[in-house]
């Protein structure tokens, strides 16, 4: 038996309702969801300056990639119209950079004096020497971590560090930190106040280097200041230690000096930008250093933490504004994982 169709009837209403339901006006200005024609390349290669300038409406994370070049763009070409000073720049950076292929980026915008500090962990100061002395190795991430402790091999999530290396390091950096316990004696006959800071003796272990590699050397020789508060949080504080039961006058160091030294830099600086890859220590040192002037003039953050912990590593820029370490309508970005 066949069946008869059903009569024409209209469609629900609550559903047309739900599915059909009108928008509000566009506010006029929005801007278009678009990506790059590559059609418009097929006579020349694309540039990295316009394939970035095309993701700028792409979405995602694309568009923050495109607004962070914009604001570093920015805070480069600033100069004070009354004494044409430059923004003053601080670069803040994990050691897992320098223990990449980064390390060779990071060194030419040191040498080609493109920032004005830099605030690292003892790993990224250490590992900077240490791929002077001997090279670090391409491995992968699921190395069984037991077999690599019996083949002396250290892994830095897929890149491998022979433990050879930092032993390399032991012979080379032992001999300055004697040197350098000896400077401080003598310094102390004139001045009993005398103490190494971190930036200072990071300053001579670059002059000590000698390697144009180096993002340490280039720092040293233009005089852009290292800031490391946490020093001895690595092997160069592995060999303090050992150092320190070799002599009966051992290393001090003034971590409170670098502080002023910083924050001196934020408050006289006619405009401060922050450029932070990575999060944890670095990132804030440099966010409080521009609360002493009630905040930075740009930012840009490049990291892949989530901010649902409260983490000041994960947290958006917005965050940093409500402490007063970026001021308001400052341009900023945080750059997320993904494009």
Same mark, same amino acid.
């Not at 990639?65 to 604001?71: E, M, P, R, T």
């Not at 405009?271 to 002493?292: F, R, S, T």
């Given at each position: 038996?066949?069946?008869?169709?059903?009569?024409?009837?209209?469609?629900?209403?609550?559903?047309?309702?739900?599915?059909?339901?009108?928008?509000?006006?566009?506010?006029?200005?929005?801007? %278009?969801?678009?990506?790059? +024609?590559? /059609?418009?390349?097929?006579?020349? &290669?694309?540039?990295?300056?316009?394939?970035?300038?095309? #993701?700028?409406? #792409?979405?995602?994370?694309?568009?923050?990639? @495109?607004?962070?070049?914009?604001?570093?763009?920015?805070?480069?070409?600033?100069? +004070?119209? &009354?004494?044409?000073?430059?923004?003053?720049?601080?670069?803040?950076?994990?050691?897992?950079?320098?223990?990449?292929?980064?390390?060779? @980026?990071?060194?030419?915008?040191?040498?080609?004096?493109?920032?004005?500090?830099?605030?690292?962990?003892?790993?990224?100061?250490?590992? $900077?020497?240490?791929?002077?002395?001997?090279?670090?190795?391409?491995?992968?991430? $699921?190395?069984?971590?037991?077999?690599?402790?019996?083949?002396?091999? /250290?892994? %830095?999530?897929?890149?491998?560090?022979?433990?050879? /290396?930092?032993?390399?390091?032991?012979?080379?950096?032992?001999?300055?930190?004697?040197?350098?316990?000896?400077?401080?004696?003598?310094?102390?006959?004139?001045?009993? $106040?005398?103490?190494?800071?971190?930036? *200072?003796?990071?300053?001579?272990?670059?002059?000590? %280097?000698? !390697?144009?590699?180096?993002?340490?050397?280039?720092?040293?020789?233009?005089?852009?200041?290292?800031?490391?508060?946490?020093?001895? $949080?690595?092997?160069?504080? !592995? #060999?303090?230690?050992?150092?320190?039961?070799?002599?009966?006058?051992?290393?001090?160091?003034? %971590?409170?000096? !670098?502080?002023?030294?910083?924050?001196? *830099?934020?408050?006289?600086?006619?405009?401060?930008? #922050?450029?932070?890859?990575?999060?944890?220590?670095?990132?804030?040192?440099?966010?409080?250093?521009?609360?002493?002037?009630?905040?930075?003039?740009?930012?840009?953050?490049?990291?892949?933490?989530?901010?649902?912990?409260?983490?000041?590593?994960?947290?958006?820029?917005?965050?940093?504004?409500?402490?007063?370490?970026?001021?308001?309508?400052?341009?900023?970005?945080?750059?997320?994982?993904?494009?």
């Amino acid at each position: 038996m066949e069946s008869k169709p059903n009569p024409p009837s209209a469609p629900p209403a609550a559903a047309t309702e739900a599915v059909l339901k009108p928008s509000a006006p566009v506010p006029e200005g929005s801007t %278009i969801t678009k990506g790059i +024609d590559h /059609n418009a390349f097929q006579d020349h &290669e694309m540039t990295v300056s316009e394939l970035v300038e095309g #993701m700028s409406n #792409m979405g995602i994370q694309a568009g923050a990639i @495109s607004k962070a070049v914009q604001i570093i763009n920015e805070m480069r070409a600033y100069r +004070d119209p &009354e004494t044409g000073d430059p923004t003053t720049i601080f670069l803040g950076l994990t050691s897992n950079l320098i223990s990449s292929g980064l390390r060779d @980026s990071i060194r030419y915008l040191v040498q080609h004096k493109c920032v004005s500090a830099l605030v690292m962990t003892a790993g990224g100061v250490e590992e $900077d020497l240490i791929k002077c002395l001997a090279p670090t190795y391409l491995g992968a991430f $699921d190395l069984d971590g037991a077999e690599l402790r019996e083949k002396g091999m /250290n892994r %830095i999530g897929n890149m491998l560090v022979p433990n050879a /290396n930092y032993c390399a390091f032991e012979d080379w950096v032992v001999p300055l930190l004697e040197k350098y316990a000896e400077r401080q004696c003598q310094e102390r006959e004139k001045d009993p $106040d005398w103490c190494w800071t971190p930036s *200072m003796l990071i300053e001579q272990l670059g002059v000590a %280097i000698e !390697d144009e590699s180096s993002v340490l050397y280039w720092a040293a020789k233009n005089g852009i200041p290292i800031f490391c508060p946490a020093l001895t $949080d690595g092997s160069l504080g !592995d #060999m303090m230690f050992f150092h320190s039961f070799r002599v009966e006058r051992h290393l001090e160091i003034a %971590i409170v000096r !670098d502080l002023r030294k910083i924050n001196t *830099m934020a408050m006289a600086a006619k405009k401060a930008g #922050m450029i932070i890859l990575g999060g944890g220590l670095v990132k804030h040192h440099i966010a409080n250093a521009c609360l002493m002037r009630n905040g930075a003039d740009y930012a840009v953050y490049i990291n892949t933490a989530q901010e649902y912990d409260a983490s000041d590593a994960g947290a958006r820029p917005d965050e940093a504004i409500s402490w007063g370490k970026i001021k308001a309508g400052a341009p900023a970005v945080k750059v997320s994982e993904g494009l």
